[in-house]
Nanobody, 121 residues
Framework: QVQLVESGGGLVQPGGSLRLSCTAS????????MGWYRQAPGKERELVAT???????NYADSVKGRFTISRDNAKNTVYLQMSSLKPEDTAVYYCNANCKASMWGALRTYWGQGTQVTVSS
């Protein structure tokens, strides 16, 4: 089994910054893509940013130029640096990882428990 543990959420004023971290642990042979999703009250979960093991990145249009996703493969950790935060960025942010438990095992998707980000004055 694989566990994802997020940290770094909190309350921040508009225009401020936060850095989220997510570390994967457990029975991990390899990790393919890792990413961040978010879900605001009354809305569906949406993609924020993803990164592959090779370092390719993909961002939602709403966060391009403000958020940066990065990854430390040696630590099985993905980060999300969020800047110029807006009230509409308020949501629960979830970490996501596609992992294999063994060389011949299936690629499975795992989710973290979520961390609250609130942007408000």
């Amino acid at each position: 089994q694989v566990q994802l543990v997020e940290s770094g959420g909190g309350l921040v004023q508009p225009g401020g910054s936060l850095r989220l971290s997510c570390t994967a642990s457990g029975s991990i042979f390899s990790i393919n893509a890792m990413g961040w999703y978010r879900q605001a009250p009354g809305k569906e979960r949406e993609l924020v940013a993803t990164t592959t093991s090779a370092g390719s990145t993909n961002y939602a249009d709403s966060v391009k130029g403000r958020f940066t996703i990065s990854r430390d493969n040696a630590k099985n950790t993905v980060y999300l640096q969020m800047s110029s935060l807006k009230p509409e960025d308020t949501a629960v942010y979830y970490c996501n990882a596609n992992c294999k438990a063994s060389m011949w095992g299936a690629l499975r998707t795992y989710w973290g428990q979520g961390t609250q980000v609130t942007v408000s004055s």
